[in-house]
């Protein structure tokens, strides 16, 4: 490869010039990149609207900040990603590795179909501060557990940000590019896309939310979480550079907000070593968990989704997802754990909505999430953990005040009065189900299943 052989960097989960170890790599080879990002059915048509509108937003403030010069292509990547390549005749097409089981799946493709022609494909980088299965035992075997993949992950450790923007290399301006569809009409506020937005966002939680992240980031009524997950999902910023900036903090905050970091770490993992794990049970003896079917379960699973359970955290969790595209983690628990244990229906339904509807939808946090609260992930005994709305609603939003902010229905109940009506207002339904005997039938079904 000689250096004035010009390179392609495909744009995938990594929407940013800064911090960006294939655009680094990509540079030690030639001065002349093209960008491209290519449109993919597979994996836009299984989207929700409000993940496609924050992709198309993300790719036009990509587009901007490259002057224009961001090649898009529609259509199936072993081909278009070939084109573009042949187009200039790149020596290399190189990636930010994309670990997900369809990514691994398409990139194999591609990889092979750039061979055909000579073409270098070169891996660099992921979307994670360590890339999914370097973190191991001793023995070589995948971590099953959060806590001693926390130990060896720090212990493994990560590279420093790698010192690029886009002054480092020459753009090639394409010679030709599809325009990028109108962004679709969503009934949610999304928030501002793009690199410098994530910059700005993770810069002012650093000034002013770092500090009491540790107390606060379970409280969905205060604004106490980074806010950070679209971003990171769309590689906006990278967890590289976020672990960078913690590493000169020594507050509980900093600590928990890298335990968080790594959970996400986690996940991808998990999913590497179990890619099947998207669709199925990871404990696999809850393959013979009975939920409940029918008519009945479909009502129930509609109130659920459209937030019409008649408990008050629930659903005004469910409401916020419709109205925001984002949910709170801890009412995320919540919620998953109502519809898997007290409505007795499978998680995948509630997975399957959290993605349509969520702009951070990220397959492996969201299904391993899912699969933690229902008892089939990787924590050791979980189903006993069963949230009760009532008390989680009062401990984490004591004031009511984040009810009250998503159910109108709710506004006239002062207090933490909201989280146990004495009289339901006009318009705001009964409980679909009673918590204390649906908990008795969840632990009836676990026992079947586990002879305990």
């Known amino acids: 490869m000689t250096m004035e052989a010009p390179v392609v960097l495909w744009f995938r989960r990594d929407l940013r010039l800064r911090d960006h170890a294939a655009l680094f790599e990509a540079a030690k080879h030639s001065k002349h990149i093209l960008a491209l990002y290519v449109l993919d059915d597979r994996l836009l048509k299984p989207a929700g609207s409000p993940r496609v509108a924050f992709l198309l937003n993300s790719l036009r403030e990509l587009d901007k900040a490259l002057s224009g010069r961001l090649m898009i292509r529609y259509g199936d990547p072993a081909r278009e990603v070939v084109a573009a390549a042949r187009e200039i005749r790149a020596a290399a097409v190189h990636v930010s590795a994309d670990t997900?089981?369809?990514g691994r799946e398409r990139d194999e493709a591609v990889a092979s179909a750039l061979e055909e022609h000579r073409i270098q494909w070169v891996e660099t980088g992921s979307s994670y501060a360590v890339t999914p299965g370097r973190v191991t035992k001793p023995d070589g075997t995948p971590y099953r557990v959060f806590t001693p993949f926390y130990r060896a992950w720090s212990q493994h450790g990560w590279p420093r940000p790698a010192g690029t923007d886009v002054s480092i290399v020459d753009w090639v301006k394409p010679s030709s590019s599809s325009a990028l569809p109108e962004t679709p009409e969503v009934d949610c506020e999304l928030p501002p896309a793009g690199e410098e937005a994530a910059l700005s966002v993770w810069h002012d939680f650093l000034s002013d939310g770092l500090a009491d992240y540790a107390s606060e980031r379970d409280r969905p009524d205060h604004a106490g979480t980074t806010k950070l997950s679209p971003y990171l999902r769309w590689g906006a910023i990278h967890p590289r550079t976020m672990l960078a900036d913690l590493a000169a903090k020594r507050s509980e905050g900093a600590q928990v907000l890298r335990s968080e970091l790594c959970w996400r770490e986690f996940h991808a993992d998990v999913l590497w070593n179990r890619p099947e794990t998207a669709r199925k049970n990871y404990d696999r003896r809850f393959d013979g968990m009975r939920y409940d079917t029918g008519k009945t379960a479909q009502?129930?699973?509609?109130?659920?989704?459209?937030?019409?359970?008649?408990?008050?955290?629930?659903?005004?969790?469910?409401?916020?997802?419709?109205?925001e595209g984002w949910m709170h983690n801890r009412v995320r628990m919540i919620v998953a754990s109502f519809l898997v244990k007290d409505l007795h229906l499978p998680w995948w339904w509630g997975a399957r909505h959290f993605m349509r509807h969520l702009v951070d939808g990220d397959l492996a946090s969201n299904q391993l999430n899912w699969q933690w609260v229902a008892g089939s992930g990787t924590d050791a005994a979980p189903y006993f953990r069963i949230f009760n709305p009532t008390t989680q609603g009062q401990k984490f939003d004591p004031a009511g005040d984040y009810v009250r902010r998503y159910v109108p229905e709710l506004r006239g109940v002062e207090g933490k009065a909201v989280h146990v009506l004495k009289e339901r207002p006009e318009g705001y339904p009964e409980p679909i189900v009673d918590h204390a005997e649906e908990r008795q039938v969840a632990l009836q079904r676990y026992g079947a299943i586990t002879k305990s």
């Open 100 to 102: 997900a089981p369809y």
């Open 299 to 323: 009502e129930m699973f509609t109130q659920w989704r459209e937030g019409r359970t008649g408990y008050p955290i629930v659903d005004a969790g469910m409401r916020q997802l419709l109205a």
